[in-house]
């Protein structure tokens, strides 16, 4: 973005706005479909085990089912988690929604912010803010490539707002 001379950079101006969210599981719908289908296929498989004396295995089998619901319903629940990142000039604001709905707010100065991501991304590289020695991890949930598309908007958001501050 190319700002005339005449151009003046307000400290309030919003410079990136992003909500960073898991990709969501399937729908409620699908996810009972697949557990009853599970289900439909235990039940036969206790049923020949019982035909043929074998009865204790039956509750392994129920076991099963209610470990997958719980998996479920862990997956639906993390998909609510979501970071709310919020730049201007003089502030880059971070507020991190978890599945419960606790909320925490970070805030730092953009002049002094680095990112750090690894290029190209792997299964395993964060996504770091770094200030003042300490660092601060985003994006954790989303996939390797969407993480580093995120860093570079990121990256070329705090340079606008390192220009906008201080007018170089």
Do not use: C
């Not at 209610?66 to 993390?78: D, E, I, P, S, V």
């Not at 003089?90 to 606790?102: D, K, M, P, T, V």
Request: zero cysteines.
């Amino acid at each position: 973005m190319e700002r005339s001379a005449a151009y003046t950079w307000s400290m309030n101006e919003t410079l990136l706005d992003a909500v960073l969210k898991p990709a969501p599981p399937m729908s409620a719908r699908a996810l009972g479909f697949i557990l009853a289908v599970v289900a439909a296929i235990n039940l036969a498989f206790a049923a020949s085990f019982i035909a043929r004396g074998a009865w204790p295995v039956m509750p392994f089998l129920g076991l099963d089912v209610a470990l997958l619901a719980l998996a479920f319903r862990a997956a639906h629940r993390a998909a609510k988690r979501q970071e709310h990142i919020v730049l201007t000039p003089s502030e880059l604001s971070i507020l991190r929604r978890s599945a419960r709905g606790e909320e925490r707010r970070d805030s730092l100065n953009p002049y002094w912010v680095r990112v750090s991501m690894d290029d190209p991304p792997e299964h395993g590289s964060q996504l770091l803010l770094w200030s003042h020695g300490r660092s601060l991890r985003i994006g954790a949930f989303l996939p390797p490539v969407e993480r580093a598309t995120f860093a570079g908007q990121l990256r070329r958001a705090l340079s606008l707002a390192k220009s906008a501050r201080f007018g170089s």
